[in-house]
């Protein structure tokens, strides 16, 4: 078992767009992971200053924002992966 993303998938003639799409579902999972690490330390923060109540909300803020941009980006490897994987299946036959 390989621990990288669309590891079942092979092909021929877009290798380069394989490797686009696994780069670009590997940072996803990671952003991923880190939105979600920093929304529930900063969701158990308490500010002492109004500085920090500003910070804490600003980087709520970006979380969500990088929640999003993870599954856009999730969404677009998958759909390279898709298409890397029907060129591969139709050009065998």
Known sequence: ???YPFSQI????????LLAARLLASSAILLFVATVVFAIYFSFVTPQTIMETVLKQGLLSYSVLAFVTAAILLVISGLSAAVVSCEY???NE
């Open 89 to 91: 299946k139709y050009t």
């Open 10 to 17: 092979t092909s021929k003639n877009l290798k380069l767009l």
């Open 1 to 3: 078992m390989k621990l």
